[in-house]
């Protein structure tokens, strides 16, 4: 059947954009970087991408070099004063990659939230307005809780992709976060699924790696990426210098993984040829 209406051909064609919401509930296991970095090696491989910043530490918006200072109005204003998304949206130093930066104010909406009508809603319907926009991808760095900001990533999303840092008891915080998925799944968005699992920060002198490893294996099956993320210190410094690391050292360990990484999810998106 043909769809073809006149007038929309060009590269403008709206593409419906795929959500992908990163999380885990615990602090420093390589969500932001694995948001920023993806998002960034999407973009470079030609995918308009869109970064929404749910964390109230700002992280993702400071790492795309979008300084404090600098955010006028962002996710909080999205989710608590219904501003229309598309006034929110900043570029950044990479090319095809847009954010909708955290505002300062953000650390309150969690709080803010629990009295507004249909609150676990709040992201999803914001982003509705964004439907038919030129993003082929609309990323979610979620903050380490599982309260109302990270809900509202899961009830906005498709797919959950989950960073796994290689470590004694990872495992353990994951199944909580399966539960929730799948609470979220059965309660306010069917079509919310578990996309894959990254293993993160993973180090091949460390035996403690291999098993965490080859344990979330055993597990979660293929579901877990071939592709894993080394413990690259070019990474912890990209942020630093406000640049995702494929910018701040193009060939490093960590660069070259997150663009794997991006092929792999392309990959598993259907975008791409296996
Ligand atoms: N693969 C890695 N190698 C080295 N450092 C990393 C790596 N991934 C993340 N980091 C660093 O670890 C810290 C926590 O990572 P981050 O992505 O902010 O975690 P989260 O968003 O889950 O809290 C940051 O300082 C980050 O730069
Ligand atoms: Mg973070």
Do not use: W
């Amino acid at each position: 059947m043909s769809d073809h209406q006149p007038g929309t051909s060009g590269n403008r064609l709206p593409i419906a954009a795929r959500i992908i919401a990163i999380a885990n509930q615990k602090g420093g296991v390589g969500k932001t970087t694995t948001a920023v970095n993806l998002a960034t090696a999407l973009a470079q491989a030609g995918h308009p991408v869109l970064l929404i910043d749910l964390d109230p530490q700002g992280n993702a918006s400071t790492g795309l070099g979008i300084d404090r200072r600098d955010r006028p109005a962002g996710t909080y204003a999205m989710l608590v004063e219904d501003a229309p998304p598309a006034s929110l949206i900043m570029p950044t130093l990479v090319k095809l990659l847009d954010i909708i930066p955290a505002d300062p104010d953000l650390a309150g909406a969690e709080v803010e939230l629990v009295s507004l009508d249909r609150r676990e809603f709040r992201l999803r319907t914001a982003l509705g307005a964004l439907s038919g926009s030129r993003y082929a991808q609309i990323v979610i760095d979620c903050p380490p809780s599982l309260g109302l900001l990270t809900l509202n990533g899961l009830v906005a999303a498709g797919a959950v992709l989950v960073p796994l840092q290689c470590e004694f008891f990872a495992l353990e915080g994951i199944s909580q976060l399966v539960r929730t998925i799948e609470r979220v799944k059965k309660n306010l968005n069917p079509g919310l699924s578990l996309q894959g699992i990254v293993l993160t920060m993973f180090d091949r002198r460390n035996n403690l790696s291999d098993l965490v490893a080859a344990d979330a294996r055993s597990f979660f099956g293929d579901r877990v990426y071939q592709t894993v993320i080394p413990r690259n210190v070019r990474i912890s410094e990209a942020p630093s210098h406000g640049k995702p690391v494929l910018l701040y050292d193009s060939r490093s360990p960590g660069a070259l993984a997150y663009i794997q990484l991006a092929h792999e999810f392309l990959q598993r998106e259907g975008a791409v040829a296996a």
